[in-house]
C-alpha cells in the first residue's frame, strides 16, 4: 500500500502479466473498496486506487483467497515482464508462461531473493521480441523450442540453457546481484547501478557477455486482433492512459469467463484476452469497446501515457491526463512513446519514450523546449506534427 492524493494505493504485481478470469474479478471487487480506478502500470501490474488507509489487511486476505500473494516477505521483488501472449504470437518460438511460474515460485520459496530492491526486473521473452520493451536486470529470451538465452542488464550473454534451467539461472544472477551488492557495501537497486554493473555479475557466474549475439528486437502488441501460432486468436485492448473503472475490470474478468481463456496485462499498458474462438472474436471486440477500451491499431491512445496526475497526487502541477486525452485526438498511432508528468520525478516515464513532457517549476519542458503552460505545450506539438 501506498499513499497518494486520491487515498491509498494497492500495486497487485502479476507475474508475466497472466491474470485469471477470476483474479480479475477479485481485483474489481477491492475497486469497490476504493475510489473505483484500476491503473494499469508500465510494469504489467494492476493499482487499485483510493483505498482506506486500514484497508491493508483486507486486501492481502482478498488477494491471497485468489493466488495473487503467494508470499507477503516476496510481495515487492515479484517483478517479472514476459511476453503478453506468452508463446501464442506468430513469432514466438518457445512459450514463456512455465519460465515464468517456475521463475516466481523459485523467488517466493528464498528468503535471501525477498531482500532483493523493488526495483529489480526480470523479463522472460518467448522470442517475440514483446518483452524487451524496458531493459531487465536479468532477461530470458527464447532461442528455439527449447531453450533460452540470458541477458544481463540487457546485454546478451553465452549461456543458453535448456528450457528447464532457464528459471534457475535467472536467480542464480539475482543472487550474484546481492552478493555483490553486499561485497562493496553497494546501494544499487539495479544492475546497471551496482559497481561493475553488468561485466562484475557476468564474471561472478562465468558467463561470457555476448553484445553481439542476435536477440528479437524488442516489439509491442498493439490493440487488435492477433491469429495466434494454433490458429485461434488473441484480441488486445488498450485502456486510454492505462486506467480502467471497477465496473470494467468486473466486465472484462465476465468476458474472460465466457470465453474460457485468460487475461494478460502488458507492458505497453494492454490488456489481452487469449485462446478465442475465430467465430466469436468480433463479437469480443465489439463487447470490449463499448467498454472504452481501444481494441484497433491507428489510435492515437498508442504509445501515449501520463503519471497518476492531478487529483491523484499531491505533487502534480498541472492537469497531464486532460492534456495527454487533447493529445490523442491529434497525434498519429505512428508517433513515438510519448509520456506526460505533473512533476519533475517523471513517474511512469520508460526509456524507450521519444516525447518527454514535465512539469518543471513554474514552466513545461516539451522535449529540450520550454513554455509556459500547457496550451503552450499542445500548440507547440501540432505545430511541430506540421512542420
Ligand atoms: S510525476 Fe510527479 S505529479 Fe506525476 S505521479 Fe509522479 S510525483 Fe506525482
Known sequence: MHEAEDGWLARVRLPGGKVAAAQFLAIAELAARGNGLVDVTARANLQVRGLREDAGAVVAEALEAVGLLPSRAHE?????????????????????????????????????????????????????????????????????????????????????????????????????????????????????????????????????????????????????????RDGRLALTALPPLGRLDGETVAALGELALEHGGDLRVGPAKTITLVDVEPSRVDELATSVRELGLVTEPGSGWEGLSACAGLHACAKARIDVRAAAAARAVVRGAGAGREHWSGCERRCGETRDVRLRIAASGDAIAVGGQIVSDVEGALSLLDSEADA
Request: hydrophobic fraction near 50%; proline fraction near 6%.
Open 76 to 228: 515487492r521483488v515479484r517483478n517479472v515482464l514476459a511476453s503478453p501472449l506468452g508463446g501464442r504470437h506468430p513469432l514466438a518460438l518457445a512459450s514463456s508462461d512455465e519460465v515464468v511460474a517456475t521463475l516466481d515460485c523459485g523467488l517466493c520459496a528464498d528468503m535471501e531473493l525477498a531482500e532483493l530492491p523493488q526495483r529489480f526486473l526480470f523479463a522472460v521473452d518467448d522470442g517475440s521480441g514483446t518483452a524487451l520493451g524496458q531493459t531487465a536486470d536479468v532477461g530470458l529470451v527464447a532461442e528455439g523450442a527449447r531453450a533460452f538465452r540470458l541477458l544481463i542488464d540487457g546485454i546478451p550473454t553465452g549461456a543458453v540453457v535448456a528450457t528447464r534451467d532457464a528459471p534457475v539461472l535467472a536467480l542464480r544472477v539475482a543472487r550474484a546481484f546481492l552478493a555483490l551488492k553486499a561485497e562493496h557495501g553497494d546501494r544499487a537497486w539495479r544492475i546497471a547501478e551496482l559497481l561493475g554493473g553488468a561485466a562484475a555479475v557476468s564474471e561472478r557466474l562465468a558467463a561470457r557477455l555476448e553484445p553481439a549475439a542476435l536477440v528479437p528486437a524488442a516489439a509491442a502488441i498493439p490493440p487488435g486482433i492477433c491469429e495466434q
